[in-house]
């Protein structure tokens, strides 16, 4: 099946430590972005990617680090510099010049 | 700003009601208008979007209804039902160059139907 994965689907960090996010997906899409997601907040760009070792900020992207090594992959890492980083994760793929977006089941991370 | 005004923040509909959102946007660049419903612990999923040179469109028991010198859509839901409850998003999009789209989402409204 064709799809976007997230991995894990939850996940807990002591304060101070980077964590790394991963997204993969099978649909051959050119385009990858990642979501963050608070209460009462709706979504919010942290980075996005069109094409392979390409990538841009989004809205709020400070705290936050992406690669593009490989087309059907796009990882993010939390860094400790990210001052508020508990929330719900989603990533993103579309077609470029495809206005749809296709989500992952998302990643809860957790700063204990 | 690329903001995208959403409202109610929730709302609760009788099984069989019809549930109204609605959300208003500045930026009259954007040129496509989607709408995302999402279920507790999942990703959202595209419900049904569309285009400025369109006043209605309508899947099944969805209907979005957009009016463009006001700058606003709505999500019109018939015959809702209890499955129906999840929180749903509406969004706008904006070309960002090199062929490729930006999406700007409203905060979202979770929808309750109850029995």
């Known amino acids: 099946d064709g799809g976007i994965t997230q991995s894990p689907k939850y996940l807990f960090r002591k304060e101070g430590q980077n964590v790394t996010l991963s997204c993969e997906q099978n649909?051959?899409?050119?385009?990858m972005y990642w979501y963050r997601q608070d209460p009462g907040q709706g979504l919010r760009l942290i980075y996005y990617s069109q094409i392979v070792n390409d990538f841009q900020k989004g809205d709020i992207a400070e705290g936050y680090s992406v690669s593009r090594e490989k087309k059907e992959s796009f990882p993010l890492t939390v860094t400790s510099a990210q001052k508020n980083p508990t929330a719900f994760y989603l990533c993103a793929s579309s077609i470029v010049a495809n206005t749809e977006a296709f989500f992952g089941q998302g990643t809860r991370l957790t700063v204990v | 700003q690329q903001q995208v005004k959403q409202s109610p923040q929730s709302l609760i509909v009788q099984k069989g009601g019809i549930s109204i959102i609605n959300c208003a946007y500045e930026?009259?660049?954007?040129?496509?208008f989607p709408w995302y419903q999402q279920f507790p612990g999942k990703g959202p999923a595209l419900l049904i979007a569309?285009?400025?040179?369109?006043s209605e469109k309508k899947e099944g028991r969805f209907t979005i209804s957009f009016n463009k010198s006001a700058k606003q859509f709505s999500l019109h839901i018939m015959d809702s039902q209890p499955g129906d409850s999840a929180t749903y998003f509406c969004?706008?999009?904006?070309?960002?160059?090199?062929?490729?789209?930006?999406?700007?989402f409203g905060k979202g409204t979770k929808l309750s139907v109850i029995p």
């Open positions: 649909l051959n899409h050119d385009a």
């Open positions: 969004a706008a999009s904006i070309y960002s160059g090199a062929g490729s789209y930006q999406l700007t």
């Open positions: 569309i285009r400025p040179d369109v």
């Open positions: 930026n009259t660049a954007f040129d496509y």
